[in-house]
């Protein structure tokens, strides 16, 4: 059974980079046709995707956020990584990692994934 764990700093200043990185095990972030993403919901709010690594290492982003998202993977510790730059109060949210097969862009549930990690919360203040 994969399991995935986000793992980063939970607090961030405006302006500064928001980088985070789950951690995959029980499978691998290479196997076909995996797709690896980012969800966030802020307080209030509801899911929103951010963007997906595949297997192969391509991505793809969500346009309302794709000029601050970078999605990147290191298949040797099996983890992959957001960061998103520029973060305003905006940006707090809690933070998941989600496992798909095949990519999805519209979530409505975090049960539309077959695995996805626990969350972690991050909040964007001075």
């Known amino acids: 059974q994969v399991q995935l764990q986000e793992s980063g700093p939970g607090l961030v200043k405006p302006s500064q980079t928001l980088s985070l990185t789950c951690t995959v095990s029980?499978?691998?972030?290479?196997?076909?046709?995996?797709?690896w993403s980012w969800i966030r919901q802020p307080p209030g709010k509801g899911l929103e995707w951010m963007g997906a690594?595949?297997?192969?290492?391509?991505?793809n982003y969500s346009p309302s956020l794709e000029s601050r998202t970078s999605i990147s993977r290191d298949t040797s510790k099996n983890q992959f990584t957001l960061q998103l730059s520029s973060v305003t109060p905006e940006d707090t949210a809690v933070y998941h990692c989600?496992?798909?097969?095949?990519?999805?862009?519209?979530?409505?549930?975090?049960?539309?994934?077959?695995?996805w990690g626990q969350g972690t919360q991050v909040t964007v203040s001075s």
């Open positions: 989600a496992r798909s097969s095949g990519l999805k862009r519209d979530v409505r549930s975090l049960t539309d994934f077959g695995s």
């Open positions: 690594i595949s297997y192969r290492g391509n991505t």
């Open positions: 029980g499978g691998s972030i290479t196997t076909y046709p995996s797709y």
